[in-house]
């Protein structure tokens, strides 16, 4: 069955017919398996090429991807902006979108704020930057960061309520770090969150989210799975400068990542199967930069990976991700925010 967002004329056809499609929640959206993530086309993954980041974009929606999240964080190289270039002669009703309120700007005076009166503003500047007249989602941008969870329910979740009221959005969505703190919020918050985003927490080195997905689907809640191969520590190019894993972690997986080149494998490929293998999930959230990037996940979507490939992936998790005592950097974030809130 084709999906709602199928467009005659602009979609690959027999592309479509062979995406998956999983609905988020009680948004009423079905949404492709395989999504398009906005954060790579920030600062914060190294260089890229723009018109092939726009070619990406356009090739991911004519061949079935319909869901593409970004955020105002990442437009420290113009996410949302390249995202809207992308977007212009594609029929509105050929994808959903959804951005992010909350976090801003790389300097941590300016980084977070989750007040009405900026929850407002941004919402309007994604829009304009997107060239849309809404949203499918807004989603408040790592909760956990908030001063405290109060000022997420008593004034950012009203204001989105609020433009979801005005047309400017259709669902509400929360993203973050721990799990445990988009539990709490579902269940204190008296307005209607139709999603979460997890982030790096159904992985090959740690599935923190499974234990929650009970909840959540008790509540309806749609789940997006974010970043499978860990923002970056599972790929052959490496984790980012910035990563905050720990020492002994990176050393582990850049070991793994050794293991991968010798046998002419990319890591991110084996980290996307095996987080895919969950049928609770609405949606596969992976960052793509390039059209490379683009072709190796759908391909493994489609064709999953090889018999040698999956005795590579045996290998590695008995040889290596077996030995990670610190599987995630709970907290880790949040301290060194408030030590420098501080200063």
């Given at each position: ?13 027999e592309?479509?017919?062979?995406m ?25 993954y190294g260089?890229?090429?723009?018109e ?7 090739q ?54 989750f ?25 408040v ?7 405290s ?10 204001e ?17 770090y ?46 997006i799975?974010?970043?499978a ?57 992976v ?5 490379k ?25 008995e ?25």
């Amino acid at each position: 069955m084709l999906p709602p967002t199928y467009v005659e004329g602009f979609h690959d056809l027999e592309a479509v017919k062979a995406m998956e499609y999983r609905p988020l929640g009680k948004t009423g959206l079905l949404v492709s398996k395989l999504s398009f993530g906005g954060g790579p086309l920030g600062c914060h993954y190294g260089t890229f090429d723009e018109e092939e980041a726009i070619e990406a974009i356009r090739q991911a929606l004519k061949r079935g991807i319909n869901y593409i999240d970004t955020a105002p964080w990442y437009n420290n190289g113009g996410s949302e902006t390249i995202i809207g270039k992308a977007l212009k002669g594609i029929p509105r009703n050929a994808y959903y979108i959804a951005t992010k309120v909350g976090r801003y700007e790389l300097n941590y005076e300016n980084m977070f704020n989750f007040s009405k009166e900026k929850t407002e503003s941004s919402v309007n500047n994604s829009l304009k930057l997107l060239g849309l007249d809404y949203v499918d989602v807004i989603q408040v941008h790592d909760i956990e960061f908030a001063p405290s969870l109060d000022i997420i329910i008593t004034q950012t979740l009203p204001e989105l309520s609020k433009q979801v009221a005005e047309g400017k959005a259709r669902y509400i969505g929360i993203t973050g770090y721990p799990v445990s703190i988009l539990e709490e919020c579902i269940k204190k918050s008296n307005i209607n969150i139709s999603c979460i985003l997890s982030y790096t927490r159904h992985t090959l080195i740690d599935n923190t989210l499974i234990e929650y997905i009970p909840f959540f689907k008790a509540h309806n809640i749609g789940i997006i799975n974010a970043s499978a191969p860990c923002m970056g520590l599972l790929t052959n190019k490496g984790a980012p400068d910035w990563h905050p894993a720990s020492d002994h972690t990176k050393k582990i997986c850049a070991d793994a990542v050794k293991c991968c080149k010798d046998h002419d494998v990319e890591l991110a490929k084996l980290a996307v199967w095996y987080s895919m293998q969950c049928k609770d999930i609405a949606t596969y959230l992976v960052g793509i930069q390039n059209l490379k990037q683009l072709y190796m996940n759908l391909d493994v979507l489609k064709n999953g990976i090889t018999e040698k490939e999956k005795h590579l992936l045996q290998e590695l998790q008995e040889k290596y991700f077996c030995k990670i005592t610190e599987k995630h950097w709970e907290n880790k974030e949040i301290q060194i925010y408030w030590e420098n809130m501080k200063k």
